[in-house]
Structures are given as C-alpha cells and as structure tokens.
C-alpha cells in the first residue's frame, strides 16, 4: 500500500509567534512609512499599549495557515491563491472594523477596480506578491527563529503574552468607548474613566488609528 504524503501542517505555537512577528514588524514598517514619506509619527498599532499592528500579525498567520501547503505548487499558483485569500481577507478585516470600532483604518474608494471601498486591484495585486515573497522566502527565516527558542520558554512566554493581548484588547475597546463618551460631552464617571481622559484619550486614539477612528 502506497503512503499518501502529509500536507505540511503549522501548529498554534508557530501560529502564535507568527502573529506577535507580523504585529511587530507591520508596526515598524507603517511607523516607518509614515516617517519617511508624511513626516509624520504615527503610532499605527491596533492596541493602546505595545507595537501591536494586529492586521499585519493576523495576516502573517492567514497566509501562512492557508498558503503553507501549496508551497511546493509553484509561484504563479501561490499568487493567484494568495490573490483572492488575501483579497477576502482584507475586506473582512475593514468590514469587521466598521461594525466593531464604526470605522475602517483604510479606504479605496477612490482606486481602480474596488469594492466598497474596503479591496481594490491594485492591492490584491501586491496580496498575491506578498504571498509567494511570504511563503517561499520570508516565513523560512521566521519559522527557524520561532524554533530556536527552547519550547518550553517558548509555550510559558506565549501565555504570559496571550493573557496580555486580552487585557490590551479590553484596555483599548475601554478607551476607545470612553473617547466616543468624551466627544458627547458625557463627563468621567469614575477614576478609570479619568484615567483614560488623560492617557489613552481622543488625541492617541486618532494618531493611532492614522487618524481615521473617528469618522
């Protein structure tokens, strides 16, 4: 009897520290940007305390979950797959934003070949890149440095983040709520609310989401 061969698999572990590499790295290539090219400095990180870009952390683990196992079937298939996955990807992220936060960090309005505003051509053009520049050259690296670290530091650090990625997303939801409040006039409540009036208030809020939180 012939074995069939296992499609490649990625575990949660590698998945997570995907995660917190692409937020880091996202949230440096975007400061950088906005640096370099609007002379501006801009926070661009999802989540009130740390380099947190999530949507770059969460798509490092998209594409490697779903592009993995076609990695042996040649670069134009990975930049059609990753063309349409990462397409999907990216209008469900700006969806999911709207109806959460009521508002989009991005918009394509004005671009060839949108929808909605929240895909465009062109950025489903550089989906399907990154996809093949991600799974055949990048994410090797990433995957050796992931396992160099001893596992069992590995799996005590990915708790210790996982329990502060919770309470920075309920931090950030928090802040973002008492912002809106703010805006309506509604005065703080309690010392928590003060808090967030002088820390994590309208002014952060708007540099970080590259000032479109609240439109």
Wanted: proline share 2%; glycine share 6%.
């Amino acid at each position: 009897m012939v074995k069939r061969s296992k499609k490649p698999k990625v575990s949660f572990y590698d998945l997570f520290w995907l995660f917190i590499y692409g937020s880091v790295f996202g949230w440096v290539c975007e400061w950088t940007f906005s640096l370099v090219v609007h002379h501006q400095l801009i926070n661009h990180s999802a989540l009130v305390l740390g380099p947190f870009d999530v949507c770059y952390g969460i798509c490092a683990c998209a594409l490697t979950f779903l592009l993995y196992r076609y990695k042996e079937k040649g670069n134009m298939s990975l930049f059609f797959i990753s063309f349409f996955l990462g397409s999907i990807l990216e209008y469900i992220m700006s969806w999911g934003m709207s109806l959460v936060l009521g508002f989009s960090a991005w918009d394509y309005s004005g671009m060839f070949l949108n929808i909605n505003g929240r895909v465009c051509f062109f950025m489903s053009c550089l989906w399907g890149l990154l996809g093949v520049v991600w799974i055949q050259y990048i994410y090797p690296y990433i995957e050796r440095a992931i396992h160099k670290l001893p596992k069992h530091i590995g799996k005590k650090l990915m708790v210790i983040l996982l329990i502060f990625l919770v309470f920075d997303l309920g931090l950030t939801i928090s802040a973002i709520v008492r912002a809106r409040d703010c805006e309506k006039g509604i005065k703080p409540r309690n010392s928590y609310e003060k808090l967030l009036d002088r820390t994590f208030n309208k002014d952060y809020l708007y540099n970080m989401f590259n000032n479109s939180w609240s439109d």
